[in-house]
């Protein structure tokens, strides 16, 4: 008797837990909206709106780069660094115009992703370690580059950071590109098969004579790589390259945006609209606490609850 | 994130240090920047007229000499002096203020040995203790903390070592664990800017505060004056909005774009220094405001602050002036020749508006 009554209890916090997973994020998303939408002024309107999609698009660039670095079970920390390495790589190259500036930076990301790599995937170094350590050296690397805060003055940066195609930003449109590009990746293509196998199973997959090595080379390039496009954008948006603050907790936003999106740390699954969807949810929650003028410590306080119920959820499931 | 930067793992030590040896060649070997040689002028020749004064010290404040502190005099020609900076010198303010410090140091022809704590104030306290070991006979410190200096101070105490601290004050007993403190009053920064925005906005009307990183004193002392002060002159003018743009111009940019959304009727934007407000500016520009639109008055004195005036983007500028070299050398002067020097020395720091910005944009650093 007691057993049957509390199997169908256990049941359904399961059951509920797993629709949190799933659709909690965009249930978060919806829910601010509407708060917002009836309390916060001037909140329902195109330029609200643009703004907090502007100010979203790098984070998302970035969760996309570490989502895929999750998937693996692994993490990138050094992605708040390469941001600050993109803006200086920018500032010092502009001289020659922006396309050669934008090539030598993804040169400058693709060492770091590599050097990355070369750590998780030859030398065995755990993820969390080896991208610690770029996380120091890399905005280390910025600053020896580019000691103080420079303004730019590049046309053609300045619009990419404020131009707009259609009425819709730049910004916006590399995002949106960037996140249906890695979508695409995960699902449809034998590396994305590849990516998850790996993260679900790290040994079963070089049985299984996957090219591990190779893979997990290429998801920390495409991360640091992610993450300069980042950087140049939020340059571009200052017209000015800070290497001492930009990307600055970088990369726990980002880790937040894929955790809260449906990831699990676990990795063997990469859930990409979810982890867009968690960095929006972030972006409101800051919003509408800046927009109400409250504390700012509770934006903290509120991210942290966020997270812990993301983390609960994503309990339920686990590991097989 | 500062307390991460002394962890290391060792596998990974000799791959950073090539990889970052091999980067910076690369790039600093056929980097090239847009050109900005306007932007240069000699900050050297016009920072002659912009040293710091101070203000007449208040009747009845103390003073202290050589014989209440104890120590040795000296001729500071022959003296090796320590100077410990506490953040990188990648912010205009540090920068000057240790380009000050040498600049006067070989002016005087001494010894300056020099540290810097990046940040961290447990690598502050070992660079003095360095500092003293390597026979600094008299210490500058710009303190990272106000509290936590008493085993340092014990050190020097017992060498009889005289310190100045600049730009921050340090809690402990004046004349007895250090001899004088040199610093700008920040609540009174705070006050003069409520000024200028009083003038702006003339005195009506809804007004934000760009807020500096919090749990800083600087920031506590720069919200406190502004917000007495308006109180005080101007109950017409409402602060309805602080949020923190932690002294950077991306976060500056960021909060000022939420805000004129939310309140777009607001009418001056007070800043906590001169990076949040360039970044308000650009939120400004960003959002087809013209210049002038909001009245933005920030702290600090940089060029790039004081250029903003000249532009229009700015209504004004209070000065917090880092160039400690000639005050500090000549305060360890005096006292080290056996006279009296005060123990608490305000700086009289200058400010910048329309009628002045353009002649005395030289001043700026």
């Known amino acids: ?320 | 994130m500062k307390h991460f930067t002394h962890r290391r793992h060792l596998t990974a030590r000799p791959v950073i240090v090539a990889l970052a040896a091999a980067m910076a060649l690369t790039a600093s070997g056929c980097a090239k920047s847009e050109d900005d040689a306007a932007n240069k002028s000699d900050s050297s020749a016009s920072a002659a007229d912009a040293g710091q004064k101070v203000v007449t010290p208040k009747p009845g404040s103390k003073g202290c000499t050589i014989d209440a502190y104890g120590g040795k005099k000296l001729d500071l020609k022959n003296a090796t002096v320590g100077f410990s900076q506490s953040e990188k010198e990648a912010n205009p303010f540090r920068i000057a203020e240790t380009a000050s410090i040498k600049a006067e140091a070989s002016k005087r022809g001494l010894k300056l040995l020099t540290a810097n704590a990046q940040s961290q104030f447990s690598k502050q306290i070992s660079d003095v203790q360095d500092l003293l070991a390597k026979g600094a006979d008299l210490l500058v410190i710009a303190p990272l903390n106000s509290d936590g200096w008493e085993p340092v101070l014990k050190a020097a105490a017992a060498k009889k070592v005289p310190i100045v601290t600049i730009d921050r004050k340090i809690n402990a007993a004046a004349c007895k664990d250090y001899v004088s403190f040199i610093a700008s009053d920040f609540v009174d920064q705070g006050k003069r800017a409520a000024d200028q925005m009083i003038e702006a906005t003339g005195g009506k009307g809804e007004v934000a505060i760009l807020l500096g990183a919090a749990g800083n004193n600087v920031t506590t002392e720069r919200t406190k004056g502004f917000k007495d002060r308006i109180k005080e002159k101007a109950p017409d003018l409402k602060v309805v909005f602080q949020q923190t743009g932690d002294f950077a111009r991306e976060k500056g940019q960021q909060v000022t774009e939420q805000l004129i959304q939310s309140k777009p009727g607001i009418k001056g934007i007070y800043a906590e220094n001169d990076e949040m407000g360039l970044g308000a500016v650009a939120a400004l520009k960003g959002a087809g405001k013209k210049a002038g639109d909001v009245k933005i008055v920030t702290v600090d004195g940089t060029r790039n602050a004081v250029q903003g005036i000249v532009d229009g983007w700015i209504s004004g500028v209070i000065e917090s002036n880092p160039r400690f070299g000639p005050l500090a050398f000549q305060t360890l002067d005096t006292f080290t020749q056996g006279k009296e020097v005060p123990q608490d020395v305000i700086i009289q720091d200058g400010s910048y508006d329309a009628k002045n910005a353009k002649s005395d944009i030289g001043k700026a650093f």
């Open chain 1, 1 to 320: 008797m007691a057993e049957a009554a509390i199997r169908p209890a256990a049941l359904d916090r399961a059951r509920v837990l797993q629709w949190m997973q799933t659709y909690g994020v965009y249930a978060g998303v919806a829910v601010l909206l509407v708060v917002n939408i009836a309390v916060t002024p001037h909140f329902l309107s195109a330029e609200n709106f643009r703004t907090q999609a502007v100010q979203v698009a790098p984070v998302i660039i970035v969760a996309l780069g570490m989502a895929l670095a999750i998937g693996t079970e692994g993490i990138d920390l050094s992605v708040g660094a390469v941001m600050a390495l993109a803006a200086s790589v920018t500032a010092l190259y502009l001289g020659y115009g922006l396309v050669p500036a934008l090539l030598t930076v993804a040169v400058f990301a693709a060492v770091v992703g590599l050097a990355n790599g070369a750590l998780v995937a030859w030398v065995g170094v755990q993820p969390i370690v080896a991208t610690l350590a770029l996380m120091v050296g890399g905005r280390g690397i910025a600053l020896v580059l580019l000691p103080q805060l420079k303004d730019l003055h590049n046309p053609a940066l300045a619009s990419l950071g404020s131009g707009d195609v259609l009425g819709i930003p730049y910004l916006i449109v590399i995002a949106a590109a960037l996140a249906l590009l890695v979508a695409f990746v995960i699902r449809r293509t034998t590396f994305g098969r590849q990516l998850l196998a790996i993260g679900d199973n790290r040994a079963a997959a070089k049985l299984a004579g996957l090219p591990v090595r190779r893979v997990l080379m290429l998801v920390y390039v495409a991360c640091a790589l992610l993450a300069a496009v980042a950087g140049v954008l939020a340059t571009a948006r200052l017209q000015a390259s800070d290497p001492t603050s930009l990307g600055n907790l970088m990369e726990l936003s980002a880790i937040t945006a894929v955790v809260v999106g449906g990831t699990p740390l676990s990795g063997g699954r990469v859930n990409i609209a979810g982890t867009v969807a968690g960095a929006v949810l972030i972006q409101l929650l800051t919003a509408t606490l800046i927009k109400h003028d409250l504390p700012p410590s509770w934006t903290q306080i509120a991210q942290a609850i966020v997270i812990v119920l993301a983390v609960y959820a994503a309990r339920g499931r686990g590991k097989r």
